[in-house]
DNA sequence: TACCATGGGGCCTACACAAA
DNA sequence: TTTGTGTAGGCCCCATGGTA
């Protein structure tokens, strides 16, 4: 869950707005909160002052060089991390997560995880959403995606690239770029959905983005994806679990890529 | 006619720096 | 120390033109 975002320059509040990147942070701290429930080592590793987080981390391809900011990266520390750093419960606040008992129970468990200048990159964690003008924007979803990947592992083979995707399925969704003006004025102007093709098409996109299974190969380690309902008009947000979302056993189905991604941690990063 | 690929554009956020 | 301003980069959205 996460909180209506800030007044746009109309004075609007959105839940969802396309031109912030809060959405994504919020996604990629969500996988990074249960990839810190799963893997016990990496809990350890927290423990033991062995890895921080980097928020918006840019990452060279060293074949191309090319750059890429990644939202969230876990990776190994470069120095003594100071006492006034973010951590990784602070994050939760600033972007204005909401958190179920079970989850704030999760989070208060684990020991202190600073936000600091990172060294090798264990983790990178990169999330896109998909919550309207679904098929005018595949392209650029995948390209995106692709890029991410590419960049992560042209910097370090070894990390763990991992992507997550929100598909929006909703029939009906209040755009903040359509709906430019205060709402309460004036009817919101509605888009509409043709939906479950929309969200069909995006998952099939999305399983075109190639994925790996070992470090010599290309692709992303992990792809998880949400099927969500967001109309954007300030109501119930609902995780779809039915079809045509990802069902356990998927390939792409969140919770199947998160234990399979604390395993790989575990196993890949034994050593640090 | 419907679908697809491309790239410009506007808004958001973070950050650095200057001024009060 | 606080507030204001400018800049850069990221986020899709969407108009446009090509293709099946």
Known sequence: LQKPGPADKYGNHWQYHSRSDRHSKVGSWGVALDLLATSSLLRRHVDDGKVVLGVNHTMTDF???????????????????PHTAKTFAGLADQYGIVLEPVEQGVL?????????TVGAV??????KACMTAHVKSLPRLYDELNSSHLCVH?????ALAIGYVQVNAADQFLSPVVNNRLLGDTPAEVTEHRQPADT?????????????SASSESGFDGIGITVLDLRNDGGPVTIVDGPP????????????MIVRMA??????FAQV
């Open 200 to 212: 069909e098409r995006v998952l099939k996109k999305v399983a075109e983005i190639p994925r790996r």
């Open 108 to 116: 208060a468990a684990l020991p202190a995880f600073p936000v600091n």
């Open 263 to 268: 395993n790989e941690y575990d196993t890949t």
């Open 122 to 127: 264990l983790v990178a964690l990169e999330a």
């Open 154 to 158: 042209g910097a370090s083979r070894q």
């Open 245 to 256: 979302a990802p069902q356990p056993g998927d390939s792409f189905h969140y919770g199947s």
């Open 63 to 81: 074949a191309t060089g090319r750059k890429k900011d990644l939202d969230l990266v876990i990776a190994r520390p470069t120095g003594a991390v």
